[in-house]
């Protein structure tokens, strides 16, 4: 029996749906590792991940399959067994699971035992579970192949170990959150190693699918818990791990421990990653977006164009008469700054138009938030005749605390494509503009140095829609209302319960009101990149019309 293996981690970013691309990008890393016994590829790798409603297609899984023999045929040049994660139909049933091709064929497949149903997975709807999986060989050493999450809880590992599993290789799409890395090592996968005393190698893919993002950062534990290998996030990776057995069981020699991205740059790449990835992958030359001088469109151009580069990013200011100078000129700084086309389009023309039409019908009403959206509307009017013009998206650029409460208009400022700081709350948005101006994140393709003007993100924030209009006349400051929200909306908390936490109870029971009130407006939002543990629209799921309120 030998007392060395190899195995190479390959974390890869994938296309759901591009069976060929995906097994290309597959046999292209396995020609990398020539040296390896093994090489591992993340969840559900050749179909992408996750697929949604895309799996119930016959002609998927059948071309699956085609490609999947394909990726068998290959492995009979003597060189590593690949671990391939694919969709799997035994008995009529549906099955999320894992392939070992080795000497030319399907040697052994496993299937997914736990199957996630909450937050943005619903598996349960999509597969059916496998039963508790035995382990397989490979070069003479008994691996178990628990997936994703199989390791969340005990029952799949401790059956593989006393099955005979000697090393655990865990496939995983598992979506980046704020500090999932914590949770992964410590909380999940040095538990499973210690409770069985085996080594545990964690893979993880990386990039962009719609609102998700994942980050990759795979790492390897050994069953004494000591972290032996830790692979970079927010980027693709091979990585060849190096074991040995011993009298107490194999080991993982150490290898490469990357840094991780620290907070507040992991939120800064997950918006960026995810957006290159829906642009490129949806074939669009480039964004446009509307550049209004404030804060939120500043840090939308600054992800763009470290998406992107700065050459495929186009914003257009788009003035009324209640537009400042100071905002023209931050928008104009801005842009050259960061390096990217700056276009200027006044609206007043178009808004005047709409006046005279609608003069006869408004005749005897009040001016009121009416002519305000008005123009809101009329620019997104604007920004999408671009879009059409030309083929840029239009990237929207709405925040959290703003979509929460529906201070947004339906069919303006939220029309478009794409929204990167969808899930960033305001007080986050200030935090990365910060960040950003001291350092470009280390998957940026953006210039260095400061990008987002100071007095952009001094200025009181402003939709400018009316004279001296700010945020505040409106909303309580960011700084009160953020906290809120993150309890309404994060966990869940009741109006009374915030209360008891010093907050004024008029003041929550408007905002909790508010909430309900604009889910409408979110249902037809676009999407947007996933940061934390209650995103709408793949996290939070509210009924439209309902009566229930806490207060």
């Given at each position: 029996m030998p007392d060395t293996l190899k195995i190479t981690l390959a974390q890869l970013n994938q296309s759901v749906g591009d069976l060929a691309g995906n097994a290309a990008g597959m046999l292209a890393a396995r020609a990398k590792a020539r040296s390896s016994d093994l090489i591992a590829f993340p969840e559900l790798q050749l179909i992408g991940y996750p697929p949604e409603d895309l799996i119930l297609k016959p002609a998927l899984i059948e071309r699956a399959q085609a490609e999947l023999e394909k990726l068998a045929q290959a492995t009979n040049d003597g060189g590593p067994a690949m671990l391939v994660g694919s969709v799997f139909i035994r008995d009529g049933a549906l099955h999320n699971g894992v392939a070992l091709l080795d000497q030319g064929k399907i040697a052994a497949t496993r299937f997914k035992r736990e199957l996630p149903n909450y937050g943005t997975f619903d598996e349960m709807r999509l597969f059916q579970p496998g039963p508790l999986p035995e382990p397989i060989i490979v070069r003479g050493t008994m691996i178990g192949v628990p997936i994703c999450e199989d390791i969340w809880?005990?029952?799949?590992?401790?059956?593989l170990a006393d099955f005979g599993a000697e090393i655990f290789v865990c496939i995983n799409g598992s979506p980046y959150e704020i500090d999932k890395d914590t949770l992964r090592i410590d909380g999940v996968a040095k538990r499973r190693a210690v409770d069985t005393g085996l080594p545990l190698a964690y893979?993880?893919?990386?990039?962009?699918?719609?609102e998700i993002v994942f980050d990759g950062a795979s790492f390897v534990v050994n069953g004494d818990g000591g972290l032996a290998v830790q692979m970079r996030d927010w980027e693709e990776q091979s990585v060849e791990t190096r074991w040995t057995k011993t009298?107490?069981?194999?080991?993982?020699?150490?290898?490469?421990?990357?840094?991780?991205a620290d907070h507040p740059e992991d939120i800064y790449c997950a918006m960026t990653m995810a957006l290159r990835d829906y642009v490129d992958r949806n074939r669009f030359p480039g964004v446009v977006l509307g550049m209004s001088g404030g804060i939120d469109s500043a840090i939308c151009a600054a992800i763009a164009a470290d998406a992107l580069g700065p050459e495929r990013v186009w914003a257009v200011m788009l003035p009324s008469r209640f537009t400042s100078q100071e905002s023209l000129d931050d928008a104009a700084d801005c842009c050259k700054a960061l390096g990217i086309r700056h276009d200027v389009i006044p609206i007043q023309p178009a808004v005047e138009g709409f006046d005279a039409m609608l003069a006869d019908s408004f005749a005897d009403k009040a001016v009121d938030i009416t002519e305000e959206n008005l123009q809101s509307r009329i620019r997104g009017v604007t920004l999408m005749a671009l879009s059409n013009k030309f083929g840029h998206m239009l990237m929207t650029t709405g925040n959290k605390s703003e979509m929460s409460v529906?201070?947004?208009t339906i069919y303006g400022d939220m029309a478009g494509g794409y929204n990167p700081i969808k899930d960033a709350y305001k007080m986050t948005v200030f935090a990365i503009s910060k960040w950003r101006n001291q350092r470009r994140p280390k998957i940026g393709l953006g210039r260095d140095g400061v990008v987002i003007p100071e007095n952009i993100i001094v200025k009181p924030p402003s939709a400018e829609l009316r004279p001296d209009q700010k945020d505040s006349d409106s909303l309580p400051p960011y700084e009160v209302l953020d906290p809120i929200l993150l309890g309404l909306v994060e966990h869940d908390k009741s109006v009374d319960q915030l209360v008891g936490e010093g907050f004024d109870k008029p003041t929550v029971t408007r905002i909790e009101r508010l909430l309900?009130?604009?889910?409408y407006k979110r249902r037809q939002a676009p999407p947007g990149v996933k940061l934390g543990t209650r995103n709408f629209g793949r996290d939070r799921r509210y009924?439209?019309?309902h009566a229930f309120r806490t207060a």
């Open positions: 809880q005990p029952d799949v590992c401790r059956h893979l993880n893919r990386v990039g962009g699918q719609d009298a107490q069981g194999w080991r993982c020699d150490r290898g490469e421990i990357a840094q991780l529906g201070y947004a309900h009130l604009a889910e009924p439209i019309t």
